[in-house]
């Protein structure tokens, strides 16, 4: 009796650790910071190369950017084509009165198909922050292309409820695969927009988890 009532207790045990572990890598949904502010962007000139397997990118410049943001969701995407090959991440962030009441507002974050999404039970939840359009103002989602393997590594343990400062550069992609099919890839330029390409494309030269 006693040696089965101690092995319960080291099932139940591993069970506990195992979902603390789990929670502890999956970060805070709820989480809220406060005193984030915009992102800043600067325009740019210039260009860089990637190639990555048989696809063959040039990374046009449009704008220098810096952003220091809460971590509201994230997605990994797997595949060949070149989205799911230079940006199998994406971040959903937030910043402002958005990144401050995220613990007070249930927004029900989430991201499919390189989208983000949010939803509140009420509108009148809003209230903190403003109205939809201020959600869509202080929070993007972001296609994640990582300019080395340091930067690389920093992305992938990116997590839900992280704080993190990403500095690199908004750009247009264009792509060939060595069968000459050819790909464009465009970044938003404005915290404004919303819809169909109104996420930013990052070329990130730079990435901490600050917390």
Known sequence: MQNKNYLSTIIIVVVII????FFKMQGGSQKAI???PEPIQTEARGQTKMTIDDIEATINYLYSYDIDALVVHTKNYSGSGVEAKFAPKDLALAWGDVAAHNKDIDFHWSQSNRWYFWRVKSYDE??????EEDVSRQSSNNHVIAADDAVRSTVKKIRTGDHVHLKGYLINLEATDSKGGIYTWNSSTSRTDSGDHSC????????SIVN
């Open 18 to 21: 195992g979902v603390l572990a």
């Open 34 to 36: 406060a005193n984030i």
């Open 126 to 131: 809003l209230a903190p922050v403003g109205n």
């Open 200 to 207: 930013e494309l990052i070329y990130v030269t730079e990435a």
